[in-house]
């Protein structure tokens, strides 16, 4: 019996996070109402700039008088996708996902975890791809939402001063 017991305890173990991940991944919520996704792509020759090729995420608050917060970014690429990741691009093995940084306007650089935005106001994240795709496969994949799915938890505050938080899924 305590055999038995065991066993079901360290399956438990084993399983319970590939569950939350599971659960995270497929049954978050599919859109942020009042927020809006313009995607686009950017390849460079600059040898100073270590990912050659990016798809920038551009995300705007569309909310009146309404400020979120967005915190928690990643991303994951399609199994079945045409493009793939950069390959100097770090992620995590088990899971496929690319943690993601927003731009912080005082440093010029995307390493924001997290980003409060007010009505109107824009931010962005980029995803690395593999700089050996055609601009012509890129953009055609970017078109159809054929990359994967960008991942992250809003935040909004209610009339009341009560904050609601949600983790989105986008597909892209």
């Known amino acids: 019996m305590e055999n038995l017991f065991f066993t079901l305890f360290t399956l438990i173990l084993e399983w319970s996070p590939r569950l939350f991940v599971f659960v995270l991944e497929n049954l978050t919520s599919t859109g942020a109402p009042g927020i809006t996704f313009v995607v686009r792509h950017e390849r460079t020759d600059d040898a100073k700039i270590k990912f050659k090729c990016k798809i920038f995420v551009e995300i705007t608050n569309q909310l009146p008088g309404q400020s979120v917060r967005l915190a928690g970014a990643h991303f994951i690429f399609k199994k079945n996708s045409p493009l793939n990741p950069d390959p100097k691009w ?36 980029w995803i690395g791809v593999n700089p050996e795709h055609s601009k012509y496969d ?35």
């Open 138 to 172: 890129i953009e055609q994949a970017s078109g159809a939402d054929r990359i994967g799915r960008l991942y992250f938890q809003m935040t909004r505050w209610t009339e009341s001063g009560r904050s609601k938080t949600r983790w989105v899924r986008v597909k892209l």
């Open 90 to 125: 770090s992620h995590e093995h088990k899971t496929g996902r690319f943690h993601l940084c927003f731009f912080s306007p005082p440093t010029k650089m995307h390493d924001w975890r997290d980003v409060y935005l007010r009505s109107a106001e824009t931010t962005n994240i």
